[in-house]
């Protein structure tokens, strides 16, 4: 409820703001309102003392979320927890509220208020796809925030009339978009590839165990088998060529002739294994 509520009352507020904005465009002293800087930002203006002046607030902002670190995190998983710990809950609460509403200010000549929103999330988005720590977390967050910045600030100055604020905004969703792709544990791209690996691999294994299936109806667990009664009993059918060649790459089957194949020792010490046998049961031992 309390998610559905911000959202609607953002989409609300955001759209209510858009409409006074198009009804202030056509007063004759439009250009005095200056909100199209304050929505979009506008970097190009910013001076000297602009970045030092951010450069204080953010160091004074991150010594406090160094100081209240741990308190921070008791709140953002179990404030309940918290609670019962005697934290003074309800503060840090609004300290954490303060700390966001403070990065909201400073970036508000770079980026605008409606594009600061990607700028807060989109860079702890991207460093959750490539750590599961919290502290590593907030560094890499840090990191591509930054990197986000130097980036769109310099393919803006090398682009006429090209603004910095929607250049920066956009590299960061780059960022984005690769660590989503492209990271180890939770990228999409290694994410299939490990089930793809895994589908494989359980493929494999079923033939394997359809061989063992079939050796223990004859006295000796070499025994070859033909292919085509493997096709029978393996699903899909027409990948049990290839499955068995794998097989053999491991070392666990050898073919006999052009349509026969068998189990090796190292394949019947991997199916009983699957089977959850022990080698002295294996009657054909």
């Known amino acids: 409820k309390y998610d559905s509520a911000l959202g609607m009352m953002l989409s609300v507020f955001f759209g209510f703001g858009l409409v006074l904005l198009t009804f202030i465009q056509k007063r004759p002293d439009a250009n005095q309102a200056g909100l199209d800087t304050y929505l ?5 203006s910013l001076r000297v003392s602009d970045v030092v002046m951010m450069a204080v607030i953010a160091a004074v902002a991150l010594a406090l979320v160094y ?7 008791v709140l953002s998983f179990d404030p309940d927890f918290g609670r019962t710990l005697g934290l003074p809950i309800r503060r840090l ?10 990065s909201i200010v400073i970036g508000l000549q770079t980026v605008g208020v409606v594009l600061m929103s990607a700028m807060i999330i989109s860079p702890a988005a991207a460093a959750r796809q490539w750590t599961d720590r ?8 840090g990191v591509f925030g930054a990197l986000a910045g130097v980036t769109g600030a310099a393919i803006s100055s090398a682009q006429a009339k090209l603004p910095t604020g929607p250049t920066i905004v956009v590299a960061v969703s780059f960022i984005v978009g690769v660590s ?3 990271a180890p544990n939770r990228g999409m791209v290694w994410s299939r590839l490990r089930t793809w690996r895994a589908g494989r691999r359980l493929r494999m294994d079923a033939v394997l165990m359809d061989l063992f299936l ?8 070499e025994h070859p088998h033909d292919r085509r009664v493997l096709d029978a009993m393996s699903f899909p059918r027409g990948a049990t060529k290839r499955n068995l060649r794998l097989l053999a790459d491991r ?4 073919q006999i002739d052009a349509t026969r194949w068998a189990l090796t020792q190292d394949g019947t010490d991997r199916a009983r294994m699957l089977a959850h046998e022990s ?3 294996w009657k054909l031992a």
């Open 134 to 141: 919290l502290g590593r977390m907030v560094v890499l967050s």
């Open 180 to 182: 989503l792709l492209l």
């Open 40 to 44: 979009f930002g506008q970097a190009a």
């Open 251 to 254: 070392g666990y089957v050898q």
């Open 93 to 102: 609460d609004i300290a954490l509220t303060t700390l966001l509403v403070v």
């Open 214 to 221: 079939l050796a223990t109806q004859h006295d000796s667990p």
């Open 279 to 281: 080698p002295t049961d």
């Open 67 to 73: 100081v209240l670190w741990k308190e921070f995190k």
